[in-house]
């Protein structure tokens, strides 16, 4: 089916739902559905919307549809030693496979976004099929076309409540042509200041993350990225221990994909019944907090990955204490809710444009009382 049949096909299932009192919701490869708000209705399904639409590798810039797998648009920047430097992870198990439209809903980055920056600021341009039953178009292909108010990056992370993203332009990067990952024995106080403070210099880094191994050891990683001189440099300034180049790009992998047996659902395991994955993002300099569980840090601190049994009014009111705020993405118990409740400013916000692009509530809201 052609991409223009396509289209009109959601446009009338969207518009048949508004008049008729109906709701949808947004599906794409499955890969994050957890973390989407409730499913009400039928699937509005973008997966047959799919194909790069242009790429200008000169440009830095890739057009794309929204049902695009990930790994075919990430393959197509390979060949052309080009990528998304914050490094989106795909969570594509069980079956699921992640697309480019679900990507920018869920609005996630991995551990490249300490050097490179948040999924957001690659964000050109965006498409979207509102709960009208509208296409709008947001933003442009280059930098300077973005202007005044924001609504393809506001799109980034809106987990398809104001509507479906049908296609994006990205800003891509090339590959850089060094890098090291090196290792160092700290505890997480030190692990905090010593990143904030080596990222506070002219030092090409890339990612960090600091957990405690199996063997009681508290250890930081720091990843190196940039030309040769700059990389080499930086590893023999800094020291610690050099991880072999293979281990290193695997270890990466396994913390963008949450696959490094840290993130083991250890509440399937005997005692640790009530036990969730909670996400914490903070001020990166904040002090560790006083949590119950296992920690990992990444983003110098700014995200903060913790296993505990805590209930989520304690991990709320830490985080908001700290500036910050949590999300519980997995769990054994789903009875607790995983966002915080809105501040009355923020779901006023929410609220107004929400009603812009979706008045007759066709999509699911963040919030529950809409």
Request: a neutral charge; aromatic letters at 6%; hydrophobic letters at 45%.
């Amino acid at each position: 089916m052609k991409t223009h049949d396509i289209l009109a096909a959601l446009q009338e299932q969207v518009r048949a739902a508004a008049a008729g009192g109906g709701r949808l919701h947004v599906r794409g490869g499955g890969s994050k559905s957890w973390l989407a708000p409730a499913s009400r209705g039928d699937a509005l399904d973008l997966r047959e919307l799919r194909g790069i639409v242009s790429y200008e590798p000169t440009e830095l810039v890739v057009s794309v549809r929204a049902g695009t797998p990930l790994a075919e648009l990430e393959a197509a920047l390979a060949e052309r030693g080009q990528c998304l430097p914050f490094e989106p992870p795909r969570f594509a198990r069980d079956g699921a496979q992640a697309t480019v439209g679900g990507m920018v809903a869920a609005g996630l980055s991995g551990p490249g976004r300490l050097g490179a920056g948040p999924a957001r600021d690659y964000v050109l341009g965006a498409s979207l099929l509102s709960g009208r039953g509208e296409l709008l178009a947001f933003g442009g292909q280059v930098m300077k076309n973005v202007a005044g108010y924001d609504v393809s990056r506001l799109l980034v992370g809106s987990l398809g409540t104001l509507g479906a993203i049908v296609e994006v332009s990205l800003k891509v990067m090339p590959h850089t042509p060094a890098e090291a990952t090196l290792r160092f024995e700290m505890n997480k106080e030190r692990a905090i200041e010593q990143v904030n403070a080596w990222c506070a210099q002219p030092l090409p880094i890339s990612a960090s993350a600091w957990w405690r191994d199996d063997a009681g050891r508290d250890l930081l990683h720091l990843r190196l990225r940039g030309a040769a001189a700059a990389v080499d440099a930086a590893q023999r300034r800094l020291g610690g221990e050099v991880l072999e180049a293979a281990a290193a790009r695997q270890l990466w992998q396994d913390l963008r994909e949450q696959t490094h047996p840290w993130f083991a659902p250890t509440w399937a395991q005997p005692g640790a019944a009530g036990e969730a994955l909670w996400r914490l993002v903070v001020p990166p300099t904040t002090p560790p907090l006083k949590l119950q569980g296992e920690l990992l840090l990444e983003w110098g601190g700014a995200q903060r990955w913790l296993r505990t049994a805590l209930p989520a009014s304690v991990m709320h009111e830490a985080a908001a204490a700290a500036g910050g705020h949590a999300l519980r993405l997995r769990s054994s118990d789903s009875g607790e809710p995983a966002l915080p409740a809105p501040s009355p400013a923020l779901e006023r916000l929410h609220a107004r444009v929400k009603q812009s692009f979706d008045p007759h509530g066709v999509f699911p809201s963040l919030f529950s009382s809409h």
